[in-house]
């Protein structure tokens, strides 16, 4: 009988870093809600929510507590098993997501070498994309649980988007798989910090995988799954209390996820400046690893920030237009930029 080792200093250290991404996408989803109305406020040229707690600050813990007070409801011909399993399947999909993503460096503490990354698996890519495919079951379950035609469309809306840009999603990622070589986001990064962020050599690749992420988050203006002006709430109008909290919080927190996952893939990840060696400054390894980290969230708060200016901006698409633009747009431009990315590799080698 083989007896493993097991390295309980590491078991600790993930466990511990687990719990802390875990509570900082809760609380950034929590103050996301905020950040919300406070841009469309601003872009509306109205204050915004002011009245709880100074500058409004309490106004999510306000809120949080209204939802976590009121009634909870399960319409008795709903199928009770997999009403309760959809918003928790979306949440947990949400946040599983989270384990690949390199968050900073690696940290120097008590004569160990942490890493800020709970998994760096090198199969990285394809994990998200596993991940991100298993979500649509979150909504479609909740969806054909509540016994509502309204949910029922929403939610079939929702799974026929995710599918058809998660397509154009993978296609334009194959042409950055074919520069980086690599499917780890941990060596991403690092060549990112050697050479060029990727968003200068694959500007189509991105602007490709930022539309899909929109209609993956369902935001506007791919937002029909949830239309109330056809569908009451969409997938979610039988929920209430926390279950339509989960839902609610599993839509922000996929934002921050996919923000972190394009701020890794295309804008150097923690890397700080580009074409600059930030080794020159003469700090710590740890000083340099907290500096990368909150250049990553400062990235990923530019995202968060473009996601909402986008909603109060640009009006909904009909269902038609959305699904046009994905299968006879987006689909046969992420082709051409994969066969222009292979031709233009291949000259080079040349």
Same mark, same amino acid.
């Given at each position: 009988?083989?007896?493993?080792?097991?390295?309980?200093?590491?078991?600790?250290?993930?466990?511990?870093?687990?719990?802390v991404i875990i509570t900082i996408s809760?609380?950034?989803?929590?103050?996301?809600?905020?950040?919300?109305?406070?841009?469309?406020?601003?872009?509306?040229?109205?204050?915004?929510?002011?009245?709880?707690?100074?500058?409004?600050?309490?106004?999510?813990?306000?809120?949080?507590?209204?939802?976590?007070?009121?009634?909870?409801?399960?319409?008795?011909?709903?199928?009770?098993?997999?009403?309760?399993?959809?918003? !928790?399947?979306?949440?947990?999909?949400?946040?599983?997501?989270?384990?690949?993503?390199?968050?900073?460096?690696?940290?120097?503490?008590?004569?160990?070498?942490?890493?800020?990354?709970?998994?760096?698996?090198?199969?990285?890519? &394809?994990?998200?994309?596993?991940?991100?495919?298993?979500?649509?079951?979150?909504?479609?379950?909740?969806?054909?649980?509540?016994?509502n035609k309204f949910s029922l469309m929403?939610?079939?809306?929702?799974? !026929?988007?995710?599918?058809?840009?998660?397509?154009?999603?993978?296609?334009?990622?194959?042409?950055?798989?074919?520069?980086?070589?690599?499917?780890?986001?941990?060596?991403?990064?690092?060549?990112?910090?050697?050479?060029?962020?990727?968003?200068?050599?694959?500007?189509?690749?991105?602007?490709?995988?930022?539309?899909?992420?929109?209609?993956?988050?369902?935001?506007?203006?791919?937002?029909?799954?949830?239309?109330?002006?056809?569908?009451?709430?969409?997938?979610?109008?039988?929920?209430?209390?926390?279950?339509?909290?989960?839902? &609610?919080?599993?839509?922000?927190?996929?934002?921050?996820?996919? #923000?972190?996952?394009?701020?890794?893939?295309?804008?150097?990840?923690?890397?700080?400046?580009?074409?600059?060696?930030? #080794?020159?400054?003469?700090? #710590?390894?740890?000083?340099?690893?907290?500096?990368?980290?909150?250049?990553?969230?400062?990235?990923?708060?530019?995202?968060?920030?473009?996601?909402?200016?986008?909603?109060?901006?640009?009006?909904?698409?009909?269902?038609?237009?959305?699904?046009?633009?994905?299968?006879?747009?987006?689909?046969?431009?992420?082709?051409?930029?994969?066969?222009?990315?292979?031709?233009?590799?291949?000259?080079?080698?040349?």
């Amino acid at each position: 009988m083989i007896l493993l080792a097991v390295d309980w200093a590491m078991v600790l250290e993930k466990t511990i870093f687990i719990a802390v991404i875990i509570t900082i996408s809760l609380v950034v989803a929590l103050y996301m809600t905020f950040g919300e109305r406070k841009v469309a406020a601003w872009i509306q040229d109205r204050i915004g929510p002011n009245r709880a707690g100074p500058l409004g600050l309490l106004q999510p813990l306000a809120d949080g507590l209204k939802m976590f007070f009121k009634e909870e409801i399960i319409p008795t011909s709903s199928n009770k098993a997999l009403f309760i399993l959809g918003p !928790s399947l979306a949440m947990v999909t949400a946040m599983l997501t989270s384990a690949v993503i390199p968050w900073g460096d690696k940290l120097e503490l008590f004569g160990r070498t942490i890493s800020l990354q709970i998994a760096d698996v090198n199969i990285g890519i &394809l994990y998200v994309f596993g991940i991100l495919s298993l979500g649509v079951y979150g909504i479609m379950i909740g969806a054909w649980a509540s016994n509502n035609k309204f949910s029922l469309m929403g939610g079939l809306r929702a799974a !026929s988007q995710i599918i058809s840009y998660e397509l154009a999603m993978g296609l334009s990622l194959i042409a950055l798989l074919m520069i980086t070589g690599s499917l780890s986001l941990g060596d991403m990064v690092r060549q990112q910090q050697e050479g060029l962020w990727n968003v200068i050599v694959q500007p189509l690749g991105f602007l490709i995988f930022l539309v899909c992420a929109f209609a993956e988050c369902n935001r506007t203006p791919f937002d029909l799954a949830e239309a109330e002006n056809e569908l009451i709430g969409g997938y979610h109008s039988e929920y209430s209390s926390l279950k339509l909290g989960f839902y &609610l919080f599993a839509e922000y927190i996929n934002m921050f996820i996919s #923000s972190a996952i394009m701020a890794t893939l295309y804008f150097g990840g923690y890397d700080i400046i580009p074409f600059y060696d930030e #080794s020159a400054w003469g700090f #710590s390894t740890n000083v340099m690893a907290l500096l990368g980290a909150a250049a990553l969230f400062a990235k990923i708060l530019f995202f968060i920030f473009l996601f909402m200016w986008v909603r109060w901006t640009i009006p909904r698409f009909r269902y038609d237009q959305l699904m046009d633009l994905g299968w006879k747009k987006l689909i046969p431009l992420a082709l051409l930029n994969m066969l222009i990315t292979a031709a233009v590799i291949l000259w080079w080698k040349l």
